[in-house]
């Protein structure tokens, strides 16, 4: 009897112990594993501020476009005085610039800085 | 021009450009440059110089346009050089 309280008592003593390294062991994992996904999820969507800088130095670089001209809000048409074909110029820079294809339906609403900075910015592709 | 709605056409025409300049891209430095620079005056010119409501011969020049994007896409065409034939506006 005294030699199994003995053994009881020594018992539960050690559950808890084991218990907490068992779980100090597992939490370490799961930490590196959440973070990474969610970095993986960040680096998919670029920053929306280092998207507009990199959106405006193109436009900017455009030939027949006058630098100081170039705002965030800036519409190609009538703040920039670009016609339709230059738009589609523009556009196929930021393509270049960002290293992905934009499809045609969704490059012909590009006609504003900011229309360009909003689509680049959701989308996953962009680089 | 109100560049935020574009008639059908004016849309083809647009593909029609963007078509030959994702072309001109595959091409060396070089090349491309030459390519874009025959292809953005060609597109200029007629744009300038093509009545607007002129729909049968824009539909002329899309569909001959179209062809000489698929030559251009094809890797035994090396170059492009403009002929160009002067029609008067009819």
């Given at each position: 009897?005294?030699a199994?309280?003995?053994?009881?008592?020594?018992?539960?003593?050690?559950?808890?112990p084991s218990?907490?390294?068992?779980?100090?062991?597992?939490s370490p994992?799961?930490?590196?594993?959440?973070?990474?996904?969610?970095?993986?999820?960040?680096?998919?969507?670029?920053?929306?501020?280092?998207?507009?800088?990199?959106?405006?130095?193109?436009?900017?670089?455009?030939?027949?476009?006058?630098?100081?001209?170039?705002?965030?809000?800036?519409?190609?048409n009538?703040?920039?005085?670009?016609?339709?074909?230059?738009?589609?110029e523009?556009?196929?820079?930021?393509?270049?610039?960002?290293?992905?294809e934009i499809?045609?339906?969704e490059a012909?609403?590009i006609q504003?800085?900011?229309?360009?900075?909003?689509?680049?910015?959701?989308?996953?592709?962009?680089? | 021009?109100?560049?935020?709605?574009?008639?059908?056409?004016?849309k083809?025409?647009?593909?029609?450009?963007?078509?030959?300049?994702?072309?001109?891209?595959?091409?060396?430095?070089?090349?491309?440059?030459?390519?874009?620079?025959?292809?953005?005056?060609?597109?200029?010119?007629?744009?300038?110089?093509?009545?607007?409501?002129?729909?049968?011969?824009?539909?002329?020049?899309?569909?001959?346009?179209?062809?000489?994007?698929?030559?251009?896409?094809?890797?035994?065409i090396?170059?492009?050089?403009?002929?160009?034939?002067?029609?008067?506006k009819?």
């Open positions: 009897m005294a199994r309280g003995a053994l009881l008592k020594y018992l539960r003593v050690n559950v808890t218990l907490q390294i068992s779980s100090s062991i597992t994992p799961l930490y590196v594993l959440l973070r990474r996904f969610s970095e993986e999820v960040r680096g998919s969507f670029l920053d929306k501020s280092e998207v507009t800088d990199r959106v405006l130095s193109v436009v900017k670089n455009f030939q027949k476009v006058e630098p100081s001209r170039v705002t965030p809000k800036a519409h190609f009538n703040d920039l005085g670009l016609d339709s074909l230059d738009t589609v523009v556009v196929m820079a930021l393509e270049e610039e960002f290293g992905f499809p045609d339906n012909d609403k504003s800085v900011d229309l360009a900075v909003d689509f680049i910015a959701s989308h996953p592709q962009a680089k | 021009m109100g560049a935020s709605k574009l008639s059908g056409m004016q083809q025409v647009l593909s029609l450009y963007r078509g030959f300049l994702r072309a001109a891209r595959s091409r060396p430095t070089e090349d491309r440059k030459r390519i874009e620079m025959i292809v953005s005056t060609e597109f200029r010119h007629n744009s300038k110089e093509v009545d607007r409501k002129n729909f049968q011969y824009i539909e002329y020049l899309l569909r001959l346009g179209t062809k000489q994007l698929d030559q251009l896409k094809s890797p035994d090396v170059s492009l050089s403009s002929i160009k034939v002067v029609t008067s009819t």
